[in-house]
């Protein structure tokens, strides 16, 4: 199965933007459902982003939507999650995940990332 490493967190002010990369290796990436979740402390994991293997068809969490968008590039075996409008309450460490299924739910995805941070100050 693949291997997936997250990259692009950092410190963005309130109002800023962001991109963030997950490169997947070892296995056959266009076979995956991706998604995209994110935790901070104290809370649990959320769905913020999914798409389908070729990208047709696409999801996003409630407290995202119109901020946020995912892509990826089957080509260079990466999927990204463009964050715009960035919120202090944005702030989590963010993960890639790959599940066969095309789903939301976060206990069908498999194989996880370990995460960047993503922190948004005021």
């Known amino acids: 199965q693949v291997q997936l490493v997250e990259t692009g967190g950092g410190l963005m002010q309130s109002g800023g933007s962001l991109r963030l990369s997950c490169k997947a290796s070892?296995?056959?990436?266009?076979?995956?459902?991706m998604g995209w979740f994110r935790q901070a402390p104290g809370k649990e994991r959320e769905f913020v982003a999914g798409?389908?293997?070729?990208?047709?068809?696409?999801r996003y969490g409630d407290s995202v939507k119109g901020r946020f968008a995912i892509s990826r590039d089957n080509l260079v075996n990466t999927v990204y999650l463009h964050m715009n409008t960035l919120k202090p309450e944005d702030t989590a460490s963010y993960y890639c995940?790959?599940?066969?299924?095309?789903?939301?739910?976060?206990?069908?995805?498999?194989?996880w990332g370990q995460g960047t941070q993503v922190t948004v100050s005021s």
């Open positions: 798409i389908s293997e070729n990208g047709g068809n696409i």
């Open positions: 070892g296995g056959t990436f266009s076979i995956y459902f």
């Open positions: 995940a790959a599940t066969r299924f095309g789903t939301t739910r976060l206990n069908a995805y498999n194989v």
